[in-house]
Each structure stands twice: as structure tokens, then as C-alpha cells.
């Protein structure tokens, strides 16, 4: 009678480990959205300048005051944000450009 109690015993116990080994398993997958809290906006003073003559110059502003970081200009270079504000001044050439401000943020 002992035996056959230590063997309920032992199968029980395993049933719950298996059980509790077999609700760990369970996950669920949820999605995560993750919304930038810093964004560059980019600005230029003409967008019809004069070739040779005219100066464009190209501001981007990041809604985060205090960043300070190199903004890239495309082509044009980079420049340092000074109050979250990065200036590049371009004279303009024969050849039409496309310029886009990016810059990392930690």
C-alpha cells in the first residue's frame, strides 16, 4: 500500500511540474509602437535662387531645444545644432539638388 501511495505521489508531482513547466511556454505576442519624441524639420530661405548669385541657406530645427548634435545636409555637409537650430548656407550650381536634414539623437 506504501508503494502504491509513493507512486500517486510521484505521478502527481510530475503532473504539476509538467503543468507548471507547460505555462511557461504560453506567451503571447503583443505589438509595441514606438513613437519618436524627436523630429528635424527642414527649411529653406529661396527655393528659386539665382545660380552663382543667390544664397540658399537651409535651417532644420529639432523640437528638442537643447539638442546639439551634427545634422547631416545631404551632400551639402553637416553642421553643428546650436539650440536644437543647424544653419548650412549653399550657393547655388547649374545642377538641381535635393537636400535632406538628418541627425542622430540619444
Do not use: E, W
Not at 22 to 48: G, H
Not at 64 to 74: K, L, S
Amino acid at each position: 500500500m506504501k508503494k502504491k501511495i509513493l507512486v500517486i505521489i510521484c505521478i502527481a508531482s510530475m503532473l504539476a511540474t509538467i503543468g507548471l513547466v507547460s505555462a511557461v511556454y504560453i506567451m503571447t505576442s503583443n505589438t509595441v509602437t514606438i513613437t519618436p519624441q524627436f523630429t528635424l524639420t527642414l527649411v529653406a530661405n529661396s527655393t528659386t535662387p539665382l545660380v552663382g548669385v543667390d544664397t540658399v541657406r537651409f535651417t532644420a530645427t529639432c523640437n528638442d531645444p537643447t539638442f546639439a548634435g551634427i545634422v547631416t545636409f545631404g551632400s551639402l555637409g553637416t553642421a553643428t545644432a546650436v539650440n536644437g537650430v543647424a544653419i548650412k548656407d549653399y550657393t547655388p550650381t547649374t545642377t538641381p539638388i535635393s537636400i535632406t536634414a538628418t541627425a542622430p539623437h540619444n
